[in-house]
């Protein structure tokens, strides 16, 4: 699993929190067994290999620090969303702008701008040019007014 990958998987599972009530530890133990890829596998080159150690580490430290701050970053999508009623946004569209503002704020480590490049290449996989365009916009004028202020 390249981190292109890790980071899609880990938005998978953010998506998919917002519907379970098990909470973190429990989607991450299920979502990172050999069994959950064993089921998935076929499905998509996401579910082809378990994550190694490395990548374990980044999905966890990813999908927790969103979840963590899961608030401040809806408050940026909120913010930056002109005219957008967030409870109206696709769920999948947020999961990606969660973690493309998480690693832009937190993950020093990872270029801002490889962290946003990656999230709109995750949405043309998931949604319509539209939606993504949205979230091209959203992410940018994210940056541009918190990060390089």
Wanted: hydrophobic share 45%.
């Amino acid at each position: 699993m390249i981190r292109k990958h890790s980071r899609e998987f880990a938005v998978q599972m953010i998506f998919a929190l917002g519907f379970d009530n098990a909470g973190l530890e429990a989607v991450l133990d299920e979502w990172l067994s050999g069994g959950f890829f064993e089921r998935l596998n076929g499905v998509d080159e996401l579910y082809e290999k378990l994550p190694d150690t490395e990548e374990r580490a980044y999905i966890t430290r990813l999908v927790g620090g969103v979840y963590e701050h899961g608030l401040e970053l809806d408050g940026y999508i909120e913010k930056y969303s002109i005219g957008w009623q967030f409870g109206r946004m696709p769920r999948i569209a947020v999961a990606i702008m969660r973690v493309c503002m998480f690693e832009v704020l937190y993950m020093h480590e990872i270029p801002p701008k490889a962290a946003m490049n990656e999230a709109v290449e995750i949405a043309k996989k998931y949604e319509d040019t539209d939606i993504v365009s949205f979230i091209n916009g959203i992410i940018a004028s994210f940056y541009r007014g918190e990060v390089t202020q």
